[in-house]
Antibody, heavy 120, light 106 residues
Framework: EVQLLESGGGLLQPGGSLRLSCAAS????????MSWVRQAPGKGPEWVSA????????NHADSVRGRFTISRDNSRNTVYLQMNSLKAEDTAVYYC?????????????WGQGTLVTVSS | IVMTQSPATLSVSPGERATLSCRAS??????LAWYQQKPGQAPRLLIY???TRATDIPARFSGSGSGTEFTLTISSLQSEDFAVYYC?????????FGQGTKVEIK
């Protein structure tokens, strides 16, 4: 069975940095695009960042471009989200998500999420 | 691409039909997925390609539409179907979600 286990969330002050990790298992990780999708309290999901299966191409939402970086290590079956210059509006549950192909389209499996709270 | 869902809340009795709408601000062909989310859980994929049910999704869920207008129909609501439903386009980056339709018990 597919498993996506996020870690690294927490409480931090505006301007701070955090790195989220997602350990994947139950599928051939290097064959699938991966994404990070966040959901602020009471809001709909927002696609944050995506990376192709090989790691060659990435995409980021305008709201995080220049501050967040997605990467992956196919030898460790892990995808990362480096978040810098954090703002209060980045507060959300961050989900690791598996795509259905080598490039990003829709999501067929979601992790349980890790909460990131940015507050002074 | 802006995805607009209606209504925001739908009150339905168990056993009744529910019809949820999703509109795209520009044509997305059939590049649309639907997800179900229950409180405290991650979303779950229901439909992709506008009308193809995902693995293990019951036949009471059906999707239709193309271009800019899409519909998710739940033919006979079961107790486990009361949740929030989101549409998501994957025609262009950034991938975008609608704001959701909450299906509640009438």
């Amino acid at each position: 069975e597919v498993q996506l286990l996020e870690s690294g969330g927490g409480l931090l002050q505006p301007g701070g940095s955090l790195r989220l990790s997602c350990a994947a298992s139950g599928f051939t990780f290097s064959n699938y695009a991966m994404s990070w999708v966040r959901q602020a309290p009471g809001k709909g999901p927002e696609w944050v960042s995506a990376i192709t299966a090989s790691g060659t191409n990435t995409n980021h939402a305008d709201s995080v471009r220049g501050r967040f970086t997605i990467s992956r290590d196919n030898s460790r079956n892990t995808v990362y989200l480096q978040m810098n210059s954090l703002k209060a509006e980045d507060t959300a549950v961050y989900y690791c998500a598996k795509g259905v192909a080598t490039t990003t389209s829709y999501i067929d499996w979601w992790g349980q999420g890790t909460l990131v709270t940015v507050s002074s | 691409i802006v995805m607009t869902q209606s209504p925001a809340t739908l009150s339905v009795s168990p056993g009744e039909r529910a019809t949820l709408s999703c509109r795209a601000s520009q044509s997305i062909s059939s590049d649309l997925a639907w997800y179900q989310q229950k409180p405290g859980q991650a979303p779950r994929l229901l439909i992709y390609g506008a009308s193809t049910r995902a693995t293990d999704i019951p036949a009471r869920f059906s999707g239709s539409g193309s271009g800019t207008e899409f519909t998710l129909t739940i033919s006979s609501l079961q107790s486990e179907d009361f949740a929030v439903y989101y549409c998501q386009q994957y025609n262009k980056w950034p991938r975008t979600f609608g704001q959701g339709t909450k299906v509640e018990i009438k």
